[in-house]
């Protein structure tokens, strides 16, 4: 039996494969095994370096089921199968892409009927990453394409990296240099794993959130495959991938199907991220990310959570106390104070809560609610912390005055009053815009100051939340 390695699929049959296999060729040093099984009749060569074997026959691939089997059976068992391909669409763009194979429906392309193939999400998101890096400065674009063709009956993980779209691309020597590069410097890094639901074929959301924040995706079903979508393939499709989430293209999809599919993701116990999310979930551990979802949820249904810079720095220290219950606060703020800081100067404010750590979260309008959620050992602090800064930036809009034994503040404010200057003889016009702005003015020899049109109020801010 010989060594486990990662197995290149290429087909000779396939002139955007050959071009690939060409490539890994030139990329080192390869033995080629020359005593290869003669019952494999469709088998046409094995190269091996210490790392990969490149395994050339000369039928189409989108046909092989169970070759991991035949793999194993004659000798060259493997843990990942890549397979070196064609990406063929009529609209003949420049395009490297990876994806998975399954059929949602039927089985038109090689494979079986409504049955998806074991996918390598952390695989192909490396992939995806190397090709980005490796085209720029071409005129290549880089997607991740649906769950479509075979083969399907498989036990071992693959993934499809290919050139597209025609003879031009299949056989243009970068794209083969930049697919050979691509999977030979894959790396499998662990990150969540998302099914995606939504979108076209090339999955452009999807693809834009794997190569931007740490996420990547096994199974992915287009708009046109939805309808045919039921909560086997579903379940299916998360058990194969080991995902831990699905995420939904929202905007493309029908709001009946989008009901339906989350009744059946929620049926079976996997949270639907929306993109905001999963880009807040970029840098956080995975269980303490949930945790802080699930209570956000509680406090505010249906809004948005924000995890600041502070909290995302000291969330290692989190994560290892997770098993204590209460190691994550819910504080509550007094609502009046947040409104006023917010309207004084809510780009400030928030500026500040990045420097601080907590997680604060937004109603559906924008309105920051007057709970958030810090660790628990810096929830006293925290929340002092917030109320100075609060108070700091009220000071710098109002005359302030803060009685800490009462815990209360005042803001002083003084309004231009149309009805002041009304009574004092001045028509509506250029002067109210002067006094309201404190300026002093003349009105039929008569010296208005801005004091005798203005209203002076004084407003109380409690500090507790009531």
Same mark, same amino acid.
């Given at each position: 039996?010989?060594?486990?390695?990662?197995?290149?699929?290429?087909?000779?049959?396939?002139?955007?494969?050959?071009?690939?296999?060409?490539?890994?060729?030139?990329?080192?040093?390869?033995?080629?095994?020359?005593?290869?099984?003669?019952?494999?009749?469709?088998?046409? @060569?094995?190269?091996?370096?210490?790392?990969?074997?490149?395994?050339?026959?000369?039928?189409?691939?989108?046909?092989?089921?169970?070759?991991?089997?035949?793999? #194993?059976?004659?000798?060259?068992?493997?843990?990942?199968?890549?397979?070196?391909?064609?990406?063929?669409?009529?609209?003949?763009?420049?395009?490297?892409?990876?994806?998975?194979?399954?059929?949602? #429906?039927?089985?038109?392309?090689?494979?079986?009927?409504?049955?998806?193939?074991?996918? =390598?999400? @952390?695989?192909?998101?490396?992939?995806?990453?190397?090709?980005?890096?490796?085209?720029?400065?071409?005129?290549?674009?880089?997607?991740?394409?649906?769950?479509?063709?075979?083969?399907?009956?498989?036990?071992?993980?693959?993934?499809? =990296?290919?050139?597209?779209?025609?003879?031009?691309?299949?056989?243009?020597?970068?794209?083969?240099?930049?697919?050979?590069?691509?999977?030979?410097?894959?790396?499998?890094?662990?990150?969540?794993? =998302?099914?995606?639901?939504?979108?076209?074929?090339?999955?452009?959301?999807?693809?834009?959130?794997?190569?931007?924040?740490?996420?990547?995706?096994?199974?992915?079903?287009?708009?046109?495959?939805?309808?045919?979508?039921?909560?086997?393939?579903?379940?299916?499709?998360?058990?194969?991938?080991?995902?831990?989430? =699905?995420?939904?293209?929202?905007?493309?999809?029908?709001?009946?199907?989008?009901?339906?599919?989350?009744?059946?993701?929620?049926?079976?116990?996997?949270?639907?991220?929306?993109?905001?999310?999963?880009?807040?979930?970029?840098?956080?551990?995975?269980?303490?990310?949930?945790?802080?979802?699930?209570?956000?949820?509680?406090?505010?249904?249906?809004?948005?959570?924000?995890?600041?810079?502070?909290?995302?720095?000291?969330?290692?220290?989190?994560?290892?106390?997770?098993?204590?219950?209460?190691?994550?606060?819910?504080?509550?703020?007094?609502?009046?104070?947040?409104?006023?800081? @917010?309207?004084?100067?809510?780009? $400030?404010?928030?500026?500040?809560?990045?420097?601080?750590?907590?997680?604060?979260?937004?109603?559906?309008?924008?309105?920051?609610?007057?709970?958030?959620?810090?660790?628990?050992?810096?929830?006293?602090?925290?929340?002092?912390?917030?109320?100075?800064? @609060?108070?700091?930036?009220?000071?710098?809009?109002?005359?302030?005055?803060?009685?800490?034994?009462? $815990?209360?503040?005042?803001?002083?404010?003084?309004?231009?009053?149309? #009805?002041?200057?009304?009574?004092?003889?001045?028509?509506?016009?250029?002067?109210?815009?002067?006094?309201?702005?404190?300026?002093?003015?003349?009105?039929?020899?008569?010296?208005?100051?801005?004091?005798?049109?203005?209203?002076?109020?004084?407003?109380?801010?409690?500090?507790?939340?009531?």
């Amino acid at each position: 039996m010989n060594a486990k390695k990662i197995n290149i699929l290429c087909s000779t049959l396939d002139r955007a494969s050959l071009n690939i296999r060409e490539h890994l060729l030139l990329s080192g040093e390869w033995k080629n095994i020359e005593d290869i099984p003669r019952s494999w009749t469709d088998l046409v @060569c094995i190269h091996e370096n210490n790392g990969y074997r490149i395994i050339e026959i000369d039928q189409h691939h989108i046909y092989q089921d169970r070759i991991d089997e035949k793999m #194993k059976r004659y000798g060259f068992d493997t843990d990942l199968i890549i397979v070196a391909s064609k990406h063929k669409s009529n609209d003949g763009r420049s395009v490297l892409t990876a994806h998975f194979t399954g059929n949602v #429906k039927s089985a038109d392309f090689g494979g079986r009927p409504c049955e998806l193939s074991v996918p =390598a999400p @952390c695989t192909m998101r490396s992939i995806l990453k190397n090709m980005q890096r490796l085209a720029q400065g071409t005129d290549y674009e880089v997607n991740m394409e649906a769950t479509h063709h075979g083969p399907t009956d498989m036990r071992t993980p693959m993934v499809y =990296a290919e050139i597209g779209s025609g003879e031009e691309q299949w056989s243009n020597p970068d794209a083969g240099w930049i697919v050979a590069k691509a999977i030979l410097e894959a790396r499998g890094e662990q990150t969540p794993i =998302a099914i995606g639901f939504g979108g076209g074929h090339y999955a452009s959301r999807q693809t834009r959130l794997l190569l931007e924040e740490n996420i990547t995706f096994g199974h992915n079903f287009p708009d046109y495959q939805l309808v045919d979508i039921d909560k086997d393939l579903v379940k299916q499709s998360f058990e194969k991938s080991g995902a831990d989430l =699905a995420y939904f293209d929202r905007k493309s999809m029908p709001s009946a199907e989008r009901e339906r599919l989350h009744e059946m993701i929620r049926e079976l116990g996997y949270p639907v991220l929306r993109e905001g999310e999963i880009r807040e979930s970029t840098g956080m551990e995975w269980d303490l990310f949930l945790t802080i979802k699930k209570k956000a949820e509680q406090l505010c249904a249906g809004g948005r959570f924000r995890i600041t810079e502070k909290f995302r720095k000291i969330s290692g220290g989190i994560k290892e106390n997770m098993q204590e219950e209460n190691s994550l606060n819910d504080i509550k703020l007094s609502r009046e104070l947040l409104h006023e800081t @917010c309207v004084a100067d809510r780009e $400030n404010f928030l500026g500040t809560l990045e420097g601080l750590p907590v997680v604060y979260l937004e109603k559906e309008n924008g309105t920051i609610l007057d709970h958030m959620l810090i660790p628990a050992e810096h929830a006293k602090i925290t929340m002092q912390d917030i109320t100075n800064e @609060c108070i700091k930036i009220l000071k710098e809009h109002y005359e302030v005055k803060y009685v800490p034994q009462e $815990n209360l503040l005042y803001l002083v404010t003084e309004r231009f009053s149309p #009805k002041m200057a009304k009574e004092m003889g001045i028509d509506p016009g250029p002067l109210y815009g002067k006094l309201a702005n404190m300026e002093t003015v003349t009105v039929d020899g008569r010296t208005i100051g801005p004091e005798m049109v203005h209203v002076r109020k004084i407003k109380e801010i409690p500090l507790i939340n009531h």
